[in-house]
């Protein structure tokens, strides 16, 4: 007779017994990805907006900088866990992909439907307010999304291994 099926879940960081994250967990995770969403994102918008560029080209660079600066951030952690290279992209890539795609299609989404925020000068209001406000947004609705993901062992749940 097997008796592990009756065996308790072991505990992990962040983790409750039946596998589910904390919302603790979740909202770390999600500020972690936040932070690099956020540095790439503003970048990228302001670089385009102050060079002129069209809108497709703005938002393009603004989510290539948010995903560079979302995967450095992790990157660089468990770099620091004496991780080569190539393991420590493949923790990255799995770690925040999900996480940085959810939180970029909202802001960006929300952006792109916010009446003439893409065309806002950076010095004004609806420029900043579309863009922070998606942001807020974002982190609203990628939190659960990591608490679900880092639950089932995957996600930001990946990087605690290394740590």
């Given at each position: ?52 560029w069209g809108n ?68 004004e209001g609806l ?37």
């Amino acid at each position: 007779m097997d008796h592990t099926a009756h065996e308790p879940e072991k505990h992990h960081h962040g983790m409750h017994q039946h596998g589910t994250a904390s919302w603790g967990t979740a909202v770390k995770a999600t500020l972690h990805c936040l932070t690099g969403c956020a540095i790439g994102e503003i970048l990228g918008m302001v670089i385009g907006t102050a060079a002129g560029w069209g809108n497709v080209p703005t938002m393009v660079v603004a989510i290539g900088l948010a995903f560079l600066f979302g995967y450095s951030f992790t990157l660089y952690a468990v770099l620091r866990a004496d991780l080569d290279l190539k393991a420590a992209i493949r923790v990255a890539l799995a770690a925040d992909t999900v996480s940085i795609a959810v939180m970029e299609l909202v802001d960006n989404l929300i952006i792109a439907l916010t009446p003439d925020a893409m065309d806002a000068d950076l010095s004004e209001g609806l420029f900043w307010s579309a863009l922070l406000g998606g942001f807020a947004v974002a982190f609203l609705i990628t939190t659960p999304v990591n608490k679900w993901m880092i639950g089932r062992g995957k996600g930001h749940a990946v990087v605690h291994a290394h740590h």
